[in-house]
């Protein structure tokens, strides 16, 4: 084939402008208003669904395939036509044999060429359900592959011979067998059966040049081990080796698998590298169940297939929200299309699914569900590309860097750079004055890309200097099952000397739905008048709602002048990456774009009351608490400081111990002892303690908080009390002593001792003079003494306690010292 400059010129682009398409099928591009200025989308973009695809299924009927092999090619044959994600495809499934006596034909075509939208794929559920039917009186047991491949070349062809106006689509043949060329009994390849295999595979030669000149790529696919892999390898070498992006596994080859229950899964993992797309497998599992598949969040369109085997088994759909969602129509943002509900192999077609695991429930009534169903996602992510120009509009001779982001058309930006893993990116600009040319654009952190793995694609190219009028930049990119729109940027070449420049900086900050974004636009005007520009926000995600302000502004003439602005968000804003971009354009220019910029923005949901108060929160808690111990240990402090307890009062008369009463724990509360002095008729006068502070008939020993001691006598004033020294008490004395009891109580202390019996006079004889006192430690001490003289005793106290004594005489005395627990008793004159 010979090229003309012109032509080739002609075809290189609209080549580089689809080639993120499958196959490198171009695409339709729009083309812009004359004379429109700056920075645009064309008016007729590319469909936003998935390109389309021609195939056909050409399925090995021949008469050594058990039933059960022919059932699973035809229900992998049904898989492809009910999976295809592109309603806008055709799908021809043909069944092949040989032709050996009058009456056969090498070739069956139970489904002619159909479109694969909601009817065609109900169509094609059905009708491919006759290849698990053979009919040996209209076909032969061998296996012709030269008619195979020439009846579904000729379908494939019948599109571009009637339609004309519809850009090329790609084609593609997926051929199943079980073993290897087999024409020996047909008569069409020559009267002698020694000669008619060469001229078989002469003829199969002679087929595949043809689908070569055709743009037909073949992929075998074998199964069995009676498969002769060399022929298959030379089907898909000899086919058409035009791939659908440069990605490695896109150029057709042949696959070879060791039984046919391995076809349905190879089938469809070699559709998807035919046709740019991914497949997700799920899990397997028999009715009642519950199956899951996971489709990721770059993928825009797919489908769901099931091979449930049975037309008896029912299936329903939950979203990754645990949703159900419905055969046919739209929800929460997808569109949703089943088909297949009779037949072995049923699919929902989704456009824009949500992310995430999907729930696919399967059921069937009694004595259907005893095999297993497999569930599966054929899926590919159609992104579109936002770019930018900078400068907006390049001079010719200037250098222009070129920055693309990709997004859904859920307006979900991507930020995660291994969703993109495998990706290459370039752009093709092409304009009056000069030929279309192509460069790299990277995300390598090497300039002019700022930062390695931001999923920001950036590049440069010099406008050739014979460039005038309008200029087109189309970016490409490509990746295991992601293709981009190929929407076409326009720009115009701006003049030598350019009248207005502008420079666009927008704070890259998170906000919340409701808040505001600042910005800064620096404009120099060369011009002698005044200019106004306005600001337009372009390729924001749906349901996104900005406002800018202010606009318009004004450049003064012969100035420069730096301008604030804000971007308000909507309260409903989507939380998120806020996609799209802002401009500043000249509006007495007819809105030639001056700059723009990317919204850097991450939407999050409003804080709490508690994240915004939780830090005052938590002090505020933390110094109560403090102030509460403090408080707590002041109280503590001062309550003992006032307790009394282990504080021991006695009673004195005359310089002599009366009485003790030692003050025992919870006494003394408030810091006060309450006592009564009790004179009992011919007894020794005794200590009581009683309750009430206040009472009017008590004496009340106080404490302060300064540690100070004061007695209020039963009826008089309060009067200071020293520990030690005594104060009177009506008739008595009163001598505070101690402090706080010990584990030992009162045991030992010298004035807790009290006697028991009253003081008598006791007789005795001999002679001599007694002075001095006696302590007992204990209880239960007797002592005893015979004499005469004179002599005085007194017991105080129980438990430990003083006997003071003086006698004279003369005489002698005897005792006995033990103790019992009780009280301490003297008998005897001293």
């Known amino acids: ?89 055709r799908a021809t499934i043909i069944g092949f044999g040989s032709s050996e006596k009058p009456g056969q034909s090498p070739v069956r075509e139970v489904c002619p060429p159909t479109v694969a939208d909601a009817a065609g794929r109900e169509r094609l559920s059905e009708c491919v359900q006759q290849l698990g039917r053979r009919d040996a009186a209209r076909m032969g047991p061998g296996t012709d592959f030269p008619a195979a491949v020439r009846q579904a070349v000729t379908r494939l ?54 689908a070569r000149a055709a743009g037909v790529q073949i992929w075998p696919l074998g199964f069995g081990s009676e498969i002769d892999r060399s022929a298959l390898t030379a089907m898909a070498e000899g086919g058409y080796r035009g791939s659908c992006s440069d990605i490695p596994g896109s150029v057709p080859r042949m696959r070879v698998v060791g039984t046919s229950a391995e076809i349905d899964k190879a089938l469809q993992e070699t559709f998807a590298a035919a046709r740019c797309a991914r497949i997700a497998q799920g899990t397997v599992g028999k009715p009642p169940a519950d199956l899951n598949v996971t489709i990721p969040p770059i993928a825009t369109d797919g489908s769901l297939t099931v091979a449930k085997h049975d037309p008896k088994v029912r299936v329903t759909y939950y979203d990754p929200a645990g949703r159900k969602v419905p055969v ?54 159609r992104l579109r590309s936002d770019v930018t120009l900078d400068p907006a509009s390049p001079r010719a001779g ?13 307006g979900v930006v991507i930020t995660d750079p291994l969703q993109l893993a495998g990706l290459s990116a370039a752009a093709e600009v092409s304009g009056a004055g000069f030929r279309p040319f192509t460069f790299k654009l990277a995300d390598d952190g090497q300039a002019p890309d700022t930062k390695a793995g931001d999923v920001r694609f950036t590049g440069t190219f010099t406008l050739p200097a014979g460039a005038t009028g309008d200029l087109e930049l189309v970016t490409r990119m490509a990746a295991p099952g992601i293709t981009s729109d190929r929407r076409p940027v326009h720009a115009r070449s701006g003049p030598d000397v350019p009248v207005l420049t502008a420079g666009l900086a927008v704070d890259r900050v998170t906000v919340h739905p409701g808040g505001t974004v600042r910005g800064t636009l620096d404009v120099t005007n ?64 007819g809105d030639t774009v001056l700059d723009t910029a990317f919204l850097d923005v991450l939407v999050v949901a409003p804080p709490t009351w508690w994240d915004r108060w939780w830090k005052v929160v938590t002090g505020g808690a933390a110094v109560v608490l403090v102030l509460a111990v403090l408080t707590g240990i002041r109280l503590l402090a001062r309550r003992r400081r006032r307790d009394l307890t282990g504080l021991t009062l006695e009673l004195r008369d005359d310089g002599r111990s009366l009485y003790s009463l030692t003050v025992r724990k919870g006494q003394s509360e408030g810091g006060t002892f309450a006592f009564t002095v009790d004179e009992p008729y011919g007894g020794t006068p005794m200590l009581r303690s009683v ?91 007797v002592r005893r003494g015979t004499g005469w003289g004179t002599g005085r005793g007194r017991d105080t106290g129980t438990g430990t306690g003083t006997a003071p004594g003086t006698g004279t005489g003369t005489g002698t005395a005897t005792g006995t010292t033990g103790t019992t627990g009780g009280a301490d008793t003297y008998d005897g004159n001293f």
């Not at 064309?42 to 059960?68: I, R, Y």
């Not at 090329?168 to 000669?195: H, N």
């Not at 699919?347 to 009694?366: N, S, Y």
């Not at 200037?398 to 859920?410: I, L, P």
């Open 1 to 89: 084939m010979k090229w003309t400059d012109k032509g080739s010129a002609l075809l290189l682009a609209g080549v580089l402008l689809g080639l993120s398409g499958p196959l490198g099928t171009p695409a339709a591009a729009g083309v812009p208003a004359a004379g429109a200025p700056g920075l645009s989308r064309t008016a007729a973009e590319p469909a936003e669904g998935p390109d389309p695809l021609d195939f056909a299924v050409v399925v090995d009927q021949s008469a050594s395939l058990a039933e059960k092999d022919l059932a699973r090619e035809t229900e992998a044959a049904a898989l492809l036509s009910q999976g295809e994600i592109s309603e806008r495809s």
């Open 157 to 210: 062809m019948e599109r571009a011979a009637t339609d004309r106006k519809t850009p090329a689509v790609p084609k593609v043949v997926f051929l199943l067998t079980d073993g290897k060329l087999d024409v020996a009994d047909s008569p069409e390849y020559g009267t002698d059966r020694d000669i008619r295999q060469a001229n078989g595979a002469r003829r199969l030669t002679e087929e595949l040049a043809r």
């Open 328 to 381: 046919r129509g739209e929800f929460d943002g997808s569109t949703f299309e089943v088909s297949g509900q009779d037949g072995p192999v049923e699919a929902l077609r989704v456009k824009d699914p949500l992310p995430g695991r999907w729930r696919v429930h399967i059921e069937a009534p009694e004595g259907h569900g005893d095999r297993e169903v497999a569930v599966r996602a054929i899926w590919q992510g």
């Open 398 to 410: 200037e250098k222009v860097t070129v920055q693309v982001r990709m997004q859904t058309r859920r």
């Open 526 to 589: 060369n011009d002698s008048a005044p200019h106004t520009l306005r600001f337009a926000l372009q390729d924001q995600a749906p349901g996104t709602e900005l406002t800018v302000a202010p606009t318009p502004v004004t450049a003064p003439a012969g100035g420069k002048a730096s301008i604030p602005f804000t971007v308000t968000l909507a309260a409903g804003t989507p939380l998120g990456e806020l996609g799209g971009k802002i401009a500043v354009v000249d509006s007495g220019d």
């Open 691 to 781: 309750r009430g502070s206040a009472s009017t008939t008590a004496h009340v020993l106080r404490r302060t908080g300064s540690g100070d001691l004061s007695l209020r006598p039963r009826g008089g004033s309060q009067v200071p009390v020293r520990v030690g020294e005594p104060i009177g008490l009506g008739e008595h004395e009163l001598v505070v002593r101690g402090g706080r009891a010990s584990s030992t109580g009162n045991r030992g202390l010298p004035w807790s001792r009290r006697s028991r019996t009253p003081r008598r006079p006791g007789t005795g004889t001999g002679s001599g003079t007694a002075t001095g006192s006696a302590t007992a430690t204990g209880t239960g001490r």
